[in-house]
């Protein structure tokens, strides 16, 4: 029997041990960070060293880096009509975002459902610009928000382009960077973004810690939790100083193997889907034709149910994904693809195979050998269903 083979790692990724390291270290300290007492400063410590090591997987500054309980929260916090370049006279008029953003920028942030407009994608999940320059015309101080990289097909965003389009607009651009940042190169500056959000649990952090990054300048007037004024009274609580500590290790890490890492995963991305056509060769790839994160990889077969090849998977000891792990569980067919324009009967089939720094080749052909079970006992059922027919 094989051991098992993680490959939803745009669901959440293994704990790096750099992460659990800083935890454990974190856990051993009594104080809370904004005691002035040694105890207290020594928590206040781990929270901005690990500030300064967010800071630096984006080339942003520190003191620009607000820590959330995840990146729901983080675009919750960003996407408000006050998020401001000074003062309120600044209030954003609408906010607009890419049909295949994440559920938590297309539930819109703070802003009324009578200011939010979605953004066609093309077949292959990129932003249409032209649709986007006409989107934005005569709109009056917009937020466009656009994912760096999608977490169900890995598309990736022209952001740099999108953000000229944006400015020139006069609007402010915030970017959803939680599957791109540590996989792909992604500075704020280079982006051209004013807003970003991270998630920790996607880059060997824990669950439950994220970032929002704001550009120079750029200020949230209307904080998301009133209280203690912590997180420069943007987010008040005590804060989760054994995440956030852990958090900042996964970036200083991923920071550190990035372009290595990336360079495997694309290697080992492109044996799956080479294999993948070799056992099934009408497979379609979602998103193949635009540049992809290297690890991510959204497939079908037709006439495929993605329920049942989960399963099969599964029990083979393979852990795939039937698209994002929070519409699984829902017989939905993916928002990602209805935007893409896909048939839903084809989309119905969609799996996703995410891959880490640790994947191994022996994994890939693993999950191939499992590859070739599914497909060959969906072709005998497609028989027998053709023969009771
Ligand atoms: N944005 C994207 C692109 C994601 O993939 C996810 C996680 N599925 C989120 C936001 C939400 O992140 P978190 O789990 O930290 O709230």
């Given at each position: 029997m094989n051991e098992r083979a993680y490959f939803d790692w745009n669901a959440t990724a293994p704990l790096r041990p750099e992460a659990r390291a800083a935890m454990v270290a974190a856990l051993g300290l009594t104080g809370n960070a904004s005691s002035v007492h040694a105890e207290g400063r020594a928590a206040r410590q781990l929270i901005e060293n690990a500030r300064v090591q967010v800071a630096a997987l984006l080339g942003a500054?520190?003191?620009h880096v607000t820590f959330t309980s995840g990146a729901t929260e983080a675009n919750m916090l960003a996407l408000s009509p006050a998020v401001t370049t000074g003062g309120r006279k600044g209030l954003r008029g609408k906010l607009f975002f890419a049909a295949t953003e994440h559920p938590s920028v297309r539930a819109g942030?703070?802003?009324?459902?009578?200011k939010i407009e979605e953004l066609a994608v093309g077949r292959d999940g990129l932003v249409d610009l032209h649709a986007l320059k006409e989107a934005l015309a005569g709109a009056e101080r917009p937020l466009v928000s656009v994912m760096?990289?999608?977490?169900?097909?890995?598309v990736i965003q022209p952001i740099a382009e999108i953000a000229g389009i944006v400015h020139e607009a006069g609007g402010l651009l915030h970017v959803d960077a939680v599957q791109g940042a540590g996989r792909i190169l992604c500075r704020m500056d280079e982006l051209g973004a004013d807003l970003l959000t991270l998630s920790s649990h996607k880059l060997g952090g824990p669950q439950g810690a994220g970032a929002l990054i704001c550009g120079r300048?750029?200020?949230?007037?209307?904080?998301l939790i009133r209280g203690g004024g912590q997180e420069r009274g943007l987010r008040a609580g005590t804060e989760n100083v054994a995440a956030i500590a852990g958090f900042g290790a996964a970036c200083a890490a991923a920071l550190a193997v990035r372009q290595p890492a990336a360079a495997r995963m694309a290697a080992l991305r492109d044996r799956l889907e080479a294999g993948l056509k070799a056992i099934a060769p009408e497979v379609v790839i979602f998103g193949a034709g635009a540049p992809r994160l290297p690890n991510t990889s959204l497939f079908a077969v037709p006439g495929a149910k993605a329920e049942t090849a989960l399963i099969a998977f599964d029990l083979s000891g393979i852990a795939l994904s039937s698209g994002s792990a929070c519409s699984s569980g829902k017989v939905q067919v993916s928002a990602v693809l209805a935007a893409m324009g896909v048939e839903p009967e084809l989309a119905r089939g969609a799996l996703r195979a995410s891959l880490g720094w640790t994947t191994t080749e022996n994994e890939v052909d693993n999950l191939l050998n499992a590859w070739r079970n599914v497909v060959s006992s969906l072709l005998k059922k497609q028989t027998q269903e053709g023969i009771a027919a």
């Open positions: 500054e520190a003191s942030g703070r802003f009324p459902a009578d760096l990289a999608n977490n169900e097909t890995g300048g750029i200020q949230i007037e209307e904080p």
